[in-house]
């Protein structure tokens, strides 16, 4: 592009935005303008490719406009010239199909080693398996059996503009996924539902996650922090709810961070062959529901007209206890209505179920507890 | 050139009916051409409202005006109408006008089954406009109809279907009478070397319509039998491939592709060389690059799919293969500027907007070119930076081109010429706006922001905010172009026959406005 060009786009891209800007207040997205190098062998890679291919373009495109330009200044009738008559040559048609060629072969070269690099997911010092659900994660340590679900952990008064936004609007989660630092982290991919695909770009890169089959991918940060993402393939209504975080922490944090996993998983079996109370019930139901319910049901229980059905005096939450828990544990097959029985505990399904069937001015008075659960399972 | 008027005298029987019944009954290849343009306009405004509630939406973070489920529906029916109503038929139609008067034809070969394939159409198009108004809304899981997501449609599934089936029928008739006319109604002399290059791009586009329509409707087809009746070709569950519908859907997709851009390339190849006052430099070679860019087009496809997880071979042939297309496009890129390169040249509109599709279509490849790095698609993937390169090719690219065209073709349509300043405006108010909308989204996507996002992270407002003024600019800018037709149409300064001073071709021998029968007798081409 000629200078001449780039000056008139940015002129007017600045006084376009200058309003915008205002709007915006510190307006600390501007700098935002390229790839991220990235924390881990593979970004790095990514990134050097990409500025190598950019550049490259850019001076084929330097010397392309550039004619173009030259040609639209000098060749133009308003200058009196007259026209030239040529209009063949084998010989630079043969020049300029032979050049971009050999370019592409410096540019395949690279190319090549690093997709090899990057699809070497062989020796790793962990296994990690990452679900997608319609609209969350989950994170199965398979070398440690620990497992649990990445929520959202944006409240809904936020997006819906109720409440400031906070710093990570839509890329905070209640459950991060922990890794330690300097160790060969072998991602594996899959799905529940929809086709869902796993990004965050100082990872360096994503992976489609679809069900029934398994897909691999590495990473292997080398710097402790906190890397966020987001899924990158429409899964419905949600997609735009479902960040990824991502925690590298030393490995004697991380070790701590596991064992403490393991025992609130144990604390959780315990509690599930208690009696609990309506109240306690209430309570639990009510996070359960803004997490796993309220994207398609609504957090008023009216869900949306047409495609998600409204339990608020619905036909399932008020009507009988068993078919209520059969829909929750087994879905709906065809529809969006996934089947919570392998997501949630006996406990927490208890405590939604309740919670469905008393809020909203349900009042059937009926308390689910999770051995009713265990039972229908 | 006769007068108007002995025209008429002569010709009294071939003056078209009046009416409702004309353009209901027509088989004139001229007037089935306008039908098709205006279809093609009304599709680009309801598609461009579609764009604009979504730009909207994503003035700033948060949920503000629609809900995510109708967002998701508004990118989905955006897409496909753009690709299916508006860039396809509009392409059909300046085939339906150009091609006969450019090879000397009287007529398309098969007039009465070009009638059906224009009135198709509108039904097709009302029929997936009508699932907005459905129970579950309108389809909502992308143009590309990805299962398992798709299979969620409510109400709306069965009729984004048959919609899609009908687009295909309307453009595999298209597709046969093209080739027939081509091959077989050529004037004397009038070889295939010597045909416009807007009649080869044609001729090649039509034979890749005929190869992959079929393979949409088998792919479409195979989710309608998933869903109503019990198969499984695209459910893990029972025994079949949720990618299996991908690599279908893509093979049809790529081709797809280059359908909506190589008729574009024809236009650009016509245009240039007249305001340049110079012939098209490198004619045979345009001509096998288009054949080359056809023929890669069906072994590129997966280089949509980089990240589903095929073998490694797999992503290496595949980025191989979509590199090359590189070469050839380059070569017509070259060709056009050296037809530029000392002629004398004149900007009227067509050539500006022709001179932007070079520039522009130029920067869409080199995100294409990008895009086609398997390691570093590994980021760009299903970003926003791939929104921005299908818009430049498609919209600077294809969109442009077809701009172009009508206002080249336009005084040889309608007899008069154009507004030139107005015809100016819409160029310059256009090619300002379009790259304050496309232009910012190559950040956000290299910044992070996932495509079809209904809601965003924070850091990504201000080039949204950039990003949807240009949006609204350029949606408005279209008036013009809307007003600019309508007072040609109504009126103006005469056209002469020739119209432009370095134009060059058949369809340039026959007086302004072109008579509604040409060519009766066909003419000698030396």
Redesign the interface.
């Known amino acids: ?1 000629s200078a001449k060009k780039t000056t ?2 940015l002129a ?2 600045l006084l ?2 200058a309003p ?2 205002a ?2 207040g510190a ?4 700098g ?5 190098e990235g924390v881990t062998p593979i ?1 790095r ?2 990134y050097d ?2 500025m190598l ?2 550049w490259i ?1 850019v001076a ?2 330097v010397v ?2 550039g ?2 330009f030259v ?2 200044l000098r ?4 200058r009196g ?9 084998t010989a ?2 043969v020049v ?2 032979i050049i ?2 050999l370019i ?1 072969v410096g ?2 070269v690279p ?2 080693k ?3 690099a ?2 070497d997911t062989s020796n790793p010092d962990l296994t990690i398996k990452v679900t997608g659900y319609q609209w969350k994660w989950r994170y199965d340590y398979l070398d440690e059996g620990i497992g649990f679900f990445s929520n959202l952990a944006t409240p809904e008064e ?4 109720d409440a400031p ?1 906070g ?5 905070e989660v209640d459950n991060p996924l922990v890794i330690p630092v300097g160790k060969k982290v072998r991602i594996l ?1 899959t799905a529940n ?3 869902h ?1 796993w ?1 965050v ?1 100082a990872l ?5 996650a ?4 398994v ?2 991918w590495w990473v292997r940060v080398d710097e402790p922090g906190v890397y ?14 479902m960040p990824i975080v991502v925690e590298a922490r030393p490995e004697a944090e991380y070790r701590q961070w596991v064992a403490q996993r393991k025992a609130a998983a144990e604390a959780e079996k315990a509690a599930a062959t208690k009696t609990w109370s309506r109240d306690e019930l209430m309570a639990r139901g009510e996070a359960v529901y803004r997490k796993s319910c309220a994207a398609c049901h609504q957090a008023n229980g009216e869900g ?1 007209p ?2 998600f059905p409204a339990l608020k005096g619905g036909r399932i939450t008020t009507g009988p206890v068993r078919e209520h828990i059969e829909i929750v544990l087994r879905g709906k097959p ?3 209505m996934a089947a919570f029985g392998p997501q949630l505990s006996d406990v927490d399904l208890a405590a939604v179920i309740t919670y469905e069937r008393n809020a909203w001015g349900n009042d059937t008075g009926d308390v689910v507890q999770p051995a009713d659960i265990a039972a229908a399972r | 050139m006769s007068t108007a008027t002995t025209t008429h005298e002569a010709h009294h029987h071939d003056e078209p009916p009046r009416g409702l019944k004309r353009w209901l009954f027509t088989t004139n290849h001229k007037d089935i051409g306008t039908l098709y343009l205006i279809f093609s306009l009304v599709m680009l405004f309801v598609g461009g409202i579609m764009a604009l509630v979504i730009r909207a939406e994503l003035w700033e973070p948060g949920i503000q005006y629609v809900d995510p489920q109708f967002f998701n529906a508004m990118t989905t029916m955006h897409g496909l109408i753009m690709v299916f109503g508006a860039i396809m038929p509009a392409f059909v139609g300046l085939a339906n006008w150009l091609i006969p008067m450019m090879i000397g034809a009287p007529d398309m070969a098969l007039p009465r089954m070009n009638n059906w394939s224009f009135w198709i159409l509108p039904f097709a198009g009302a029929m997936l406009l009508s699932t907005l108004f459905m129970e579950g809304g309108a389809p909502a899981a992308g143009w590309t109809m990805y299962p398992p997501l798709v299979l969620q449609t409510g109400e709306a599934f069965p009729f984004l279907i048959f919609s899609v089936h009908l687009l295909g029928l309307s453009s595999i008739m298209g597709a046969i009478n093209i080739i027939a006319t081509i091959l077989n109604m050529r004037a004397p002399g009038m070889t295939l070397m010597k045909m416009p290059l807007f009649v080869w791009t044609w001729l090649i586009t039509a034979y890749l319509l005929i190869a992959v329509m079929p393979v949409l409707a088998g792919a479409v087809t195979m989710l309608l039998t998933d869903k109503y009746f019990g198969t499984s070709f695209f459910d893990a569950a029972g025994g079949g491939d949720p990618v299996m519908f991908q690599h279908i859907f893509w093979f049809f997709g790529h081709p797809e592709v280059y359908i909506m851009i190589l008729p574009a390339f024809g236009v650009i190849s016509q245009i240039i060389p007249t305001f340049a006052r110079k012939p098209l430099f490198g004619y045979s070679s345009m001509v096998y690059a288009t054949a080359s860019i056809a023929f890669l087009s069906f072994i590129v496809w997966a280089h949509h799919m980089f990240t589903v997880g095929m073998p490694l071979a797999g992503e290496l042939f595949f980025m191989y293969a979509t590199m090359l297309i590189a070469v050839p496009t380059g070569v017509k890129v070259f060709n056009w500027v050296a037809t530029m390169w000392r002629g004398a040249m004149t900007f009227e509109t067509p050539m500006l907007f022709a001179v932007a599709f070079v520039i522009l279509f130029t920067i869409g490849g080199f995100s294409g070119l990008m895009l086609a790095i398997a390691p570093a698609d590994f980021q760009y993937h299903d970003s926003y930076f791939v929104v921005a390169h299908f818009h430049y090719v498609l919209v600077t690219g294809a969109l442009f081109a077809i701009f172009a065209a009508v206002y080249y073709w336009l005084p040889k349509w309608t007899g008069h010429m154009y507004d030139e300043r107005l015809g100016k405006w819409h160029f310059w108010l256009s090619v300002i706006s379009v790259n304050v909308l496309y232009f910012p989204q190559h950040f956000l996507g290299l910044a992070g922001m996932p495509r079809r996002y209904a809601d965003y992270a924070i850091q990504f407002t201000e080039w949204n905010q950039v990003s949807t003024i240009g949006a609204f600019a350029f949606g408005l800018s279209q008036l013009l172009f809307v007003y600019v037709i309508w007072k040609c149409v109504r009126g103006g300064q005469k056209a002469t026959a020739q119209v432009w001073e370095g134009a060059k071709g058949l369809e340039w021998t026959v007086p302004s406005p072109a008579p509604y029968h040409t060519f009766a007798e066909a003419p000698e081409v030396k």
Not at chain 1, 32 to 36: A, H, K, Q, R, S
């Open positions: 592009m008139r786009r007017l891209t376009l935005s915008a800007a709007l915006a307006g600390s997205g501007w935002l303008l390229n790839l991220p970004s890679e990514a490719l990409h291919i950019l373009c084929i495109g392309v406009f004619a173009i040609s639209i060749h133009r009738k308003s010239v007259q026209p030239a008559q040529f209009h063949e040559s630079i048609e300029w199909t971009p060629f592409l540019m395949a190319a090549t690093a997709l090899i990057m699809e936020q997006i819906y503009g936004k710093e990570h609007y839509l890329q991919l539902d929809v086709i695909a990004w770009p360096g890169g994503k992976k489609d679809i069900p029934g089959f897909n691999e966020r993402g987001e899924c990158a393939e429409l899964c419905g209504r949600g997609h735009a709810y949306v047409g495609v065809g529809t969006a």
